[in-house]
Structure formats: C-alpha cells, structure tokens
C-alpha cells in the first residue's frame, strides 16, 4: 500500500464508518461553492463528530505530511473552503450546543452549530446572539469565526471578533488549543483566541467557541427609505443615530441592485411607485414601548431636512421580513446578468460618496456601459461593490477584464486608506492581490506566526499567504 493510502485507510479507520465517504455524490455538493465560482476535488471526506477525533485525523494527517482543507456551511466568498486535492475536512457533525448560561451570558457551541440555531437557543433563554447575515441559515459558527464574519449588526455590536468569549481548536499536530474561557476580562499574556478568528482555518481547527450573549431587544421596527444620492444616506445615517440613538442596521441599495431584485427575484416588491436612485433599510431597536413613535418622529424630520425623499415604517413583522427580503437578494439577483466582478471593500463611512463616484468612473473606464449594483453595510463603510459585464459584451470578454477591474475598484478603496476585504476575507481569490498589496512587514509576522502554528503547512495551504 502506497504511503497516501495506508494514511487514508488509518484515517478511515480512526472515524469508524459514519465519519467518512469516498462517494462522489455525497462528496460532490462540499466541491463547488453556490455561486459556481470555484469547484475542486478531495480524495475524502472526512467527518469527525467530536474533538478527539478531529485531534486524531489531523495528528494523522500532520505525521504523513497531508494537506487537510476545513469546510464549515460552505457560504463563504473567497474560495477558501473549497478543496483542490487536499482532504476535506467537514464539521457538519460537531454540532453540539453544550451549554448556555444566562447569568454568564455565554453559549457554547460547536463549530459545525449553523448561526440561526445559536440565535434560536439564545432566544428560548431571553436572550440575544446579535450577529446577523443572509446566510446564516446555513453558515456555521466555525466558519463565521475563522472568516470574522460581519454583517448587518456590525456598527452596534461588532464582527465576530467582538462577540466570542473564547474557544477551542485543534493545531496542525493534532494537539489541542483549550480556551473555551467564558471570562469576559482576561490579561495573561498573548489573546491566543484572535489567531484563529480570520485566519481561515490555516492555523487550526476551530471545535467550539464560547459566544457572547446580550439582552434581547424589547422592541424593534424597521424602515425603508428612498433617497436620492449616498451623501444623503450617510447624513441620514448619522441624523437618526442622534434622535432615537436605536438605530441597529442601516443598509443601502443602489438603483440597479433593487431593479434586478423586481426582475429577478420572485415576490420582491418596493413600497414606493417609483425605484429610487437610492434606497436605505433601517433597522431600529430598544427598550422603550414608544419606539415606533420616536421613529417615526425622527424619520418625519429626516424628510423634512430633506435628508430622504419618501419613507415607511413596517406595520407588521411580515413587511420587516419583505424589506429585509429586498436586501438580501442583493447577490442572488445579479447572477442570471452574466459576469459579475464582485468587491467587498470598506473606506471610513464619511468617504462613501466619493468612493462611488470614483469607482463608478473606473467601472465605465475598464469595461463602458459596465452596469454596478452597490449595496451593502453603510454604517460600518463596508459597500459590496459589483459590477456587472456590458449588455453588449460577452461574458468571455468580460471576464478578461476582470483582474484589471479589481485592480481598479481597489485601488479607489486603497487611496481612502480602505480595504480591498472588509469582511470576506482573502481565500483564494484575493491571495495575489493581498500578497502584492499588503506591507512585507505584515507579511513576514503573518508568515512567522503561520511557520510556528503548521510548520509542514498542512492547514488549508492555498489559502491566504
Ligand atoms: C448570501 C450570502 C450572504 C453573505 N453575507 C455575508 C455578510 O453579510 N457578512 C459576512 O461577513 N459574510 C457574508 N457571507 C459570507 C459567509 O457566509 C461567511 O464567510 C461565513 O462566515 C462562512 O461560514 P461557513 O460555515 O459557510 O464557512 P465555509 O464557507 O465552509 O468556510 C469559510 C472559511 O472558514 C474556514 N473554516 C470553516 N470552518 C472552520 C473551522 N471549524 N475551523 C477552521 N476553519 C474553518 C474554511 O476553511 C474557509 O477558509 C455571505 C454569504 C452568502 C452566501
């Protein structure tokens, strides 16, 4: 037996027959993300249902110098999860909630927990996990972790980062990172746990993590806004955090983003006669029974400021839903357009304006008649920017021109001193640009500290660095 299949045969021994499959049906679905940018190949799937076991495979796999790549829900954008040869680590089975404290406000989780169960049982309790993102039906908290995931709750509650309490993860060497530390004040030395929050699964494997609960918000209501230009949001933005200082999410859509989503997405409608220019989706929360009173009073005076040109308030959960439902179509509604070059930066929230009007001249310099649909997290200054081949232009054509997009797009972020990954991260499909655009003296610590976590480099190797 040659050396890689007495490895695969001991790490199928190890899982016993329910943690492992050579089935290329059953494997097929962990091999291409959802948007059908990437597709791979692993000799196996792998799938350990506890600590111990991810601590073997991996120990095995670290002896016999294979490449492992860790797979969470399989959401994410970068390409990071996405095995090409490497075994494939999937955590759908650790999926245990092992515990819940109210008076610690902590939850315990495993890291193949789906982030809508975390919300759930956070809820039976009372209480609240605030992070919140289109696909938290199916992301987990182990990839939410190891991408430091944003999304809408970022400017009131912070990226994953802000909400994790401490955690467990298994090394390259199979050995055990034990810091499921509920303390909430913790100063000995190195913060280990923020290694591996962003690092996309290239220093370990993350098992579980302590998450940090907070008070479930006693009301919440949710407004659309139809506006005419992105300076108007950010004074908007800033005009209702000052009068009702309950403002949780405040999203964005440009005009394309809202007519592909009529066009494309079914039931998606828009409270206004007319598709604005710009629409703004504010989600409000707090303790107080005449919440809705003071929206409305603080929206009433936007309009009159001239702040927006048309608003409504939803009156009942199932138009918060709808609204909600518009914004995150976003993504899903470009995709029958052809080519999309997809950007997720972030500049500080007073440059938004001028970072669109920039990148839009540069989207119409690189491909002209380039349609871009922005949207995304305006509070934090996180805009997903995509822009859309030509109408008349083939997708082969288009897709030529997409490293010399990027470069453009970027580049406009980069002379706000923004970030060509606001909350993505780098994968695969930013490594090149990251490696160039990055100072070699933050690389060389990333690579110093990659050295001595895996030293063989067997953690997810293609990604990142
Ligand atoms: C419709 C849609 C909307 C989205 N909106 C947002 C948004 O608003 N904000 C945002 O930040 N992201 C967003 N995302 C991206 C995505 O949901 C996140 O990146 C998510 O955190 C990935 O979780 P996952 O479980 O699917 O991980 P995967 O996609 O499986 O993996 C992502 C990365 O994490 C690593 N990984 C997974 N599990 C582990 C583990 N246990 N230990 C170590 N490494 C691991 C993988 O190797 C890979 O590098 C969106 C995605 C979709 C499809």
Same mark, same amino acid.
Do not use: C, F, M
């Given at each position: 037996m040659d050396a890689h299949l007495s490895t695969l045969a001991r790490l199928k021994d190890r899982l016993g027959?329910?943690?492992?499959?050579?089935d290329p049906d059953l494997i097929a679905p962990h091999l291409i993300e959802w948007r059908d940018r990437w597709s791979g190949h692993a000799p196996i799937l792998l799938m350990p249902s506890t600590t111990e076991e991810a601590q073997a495979i991996i120990g095995l796999c670290h002896e016999a110098g294979v490449a492992v790549t860790t797979q969470g829900g399989? +959401? %994410?954008?970068?390409?990071?999860?996405?095995?090409?040869g490497e075994v494939l680590i999937s955590t759908k089975r650790l999926n245990l909630i092992r515990a819940i404290d109210p008076v610690d406000d902590a939850l315990v989780a495993e890291a193949g927990v789906v982030l809508t169960q975390v919300q759930d049982a956070a809820r039976q309790i009372g209480k609240r996990f605030p992070l919140s993102l289109a696909s938290e039906g199916s992301a987990t908290i182990g990839g939410l972790i190891s991408t430091n995931a944003g999304g809408v709750h970022v400017r009131r509650h912070g990226m994953m980062r802000a909400q994790i309490l401490g955690l467990e993860a298994v090394l390259? &060497?199979?050995?055990? =990172?034990?810091?499921l530390s509920a303390l909430r004040?913790? &100063? +000995?030395? =190195?913060?280990?746990k923020h290694l591996f929050i962003g690092a996309e699964g290239t220093l370990g494997l993350v098992t579980a993590a302590t998450l940090k609960l907070v008070a479930q918000p006693r009301h919440t209501t949710v407004a659309l806004l139809a506006l005419d230009t992105p300076e108007q949001a950010v004074a908007l933005l800033h005009r209702l955090e000052e009068e009702?200082?309950?403002?949780a999410a405040f999203e964005v859509m440009n005009h394309l983003g809202v007519s592909l989503a009529v066009k494309n997405i079914p039931n998606v409608r828009i409270p206004f006669g007319t598709i604005p220019a710009w629409m703004a989706l504010v989600e409000f929360e707090g303790p107080n029974a005449d919440l809705v009173d003071q929206v409305e009073q603080a929206l009433a005076s936007a309009l009159e400021a001239g702040l927006a040109q048309d608003a409504v308030v939803a009156q009942n959960e199932t138009q918060s839903k709808s609204f909600w439902y518009l914004r995150e179509e976003m993504s899903a509604c470009q995709k029958p357009e052809g080519v999309a070059a997809k950007h997720d930066v972030s500049v500080p929230v007073s440059k938004i304006p001028v970072f669109l009007r920039q990148a839009d001249a540069e989207a119409d310099r690189v491909a002209p008649g380039a349609r871009v649909v922005a949207f995304g997290h305006c509070s934090d200054g996180n805009i997903h920017y995509d822009v859309i081949q030509p109408q008349d232009m083939s997708g082969d054509a288009y897709m030529a021109l997409v490293p010399q997009m990027n470069e453009a797009i970027h580049d406009v972020a980069m002379s706000f &001193? %923004?970030? #060509?990954?606001?909350?993505? %991260? #780098? %994968?695969?499909?930013?490594r090149d640009e990251f490696l160039r655009r990055e100072p070699p003296a933050h690389l060389a610590l990333m690579r110093a500290i990659k050295a001595s976590f895996d030293p063989k480099n067997i953690m997810n190797p293609r990604v990142l660095l």
């Open positions: 027959p329910h943690g492992w499959t050579e399989n +959401t %994410g954008l970068v390409g990071a999860q996405i095995p090409l390259a &060497n199979g050995s055990l =990172y034990e810091g004040k913790d &100063n +000995t030395g =190195y913060d280990l009702t200082a309950a403002v &001193n %923004g970030s #060509i990954s606001a909350e993505h %991260g #780098i %994968g695969i499909s930013r």
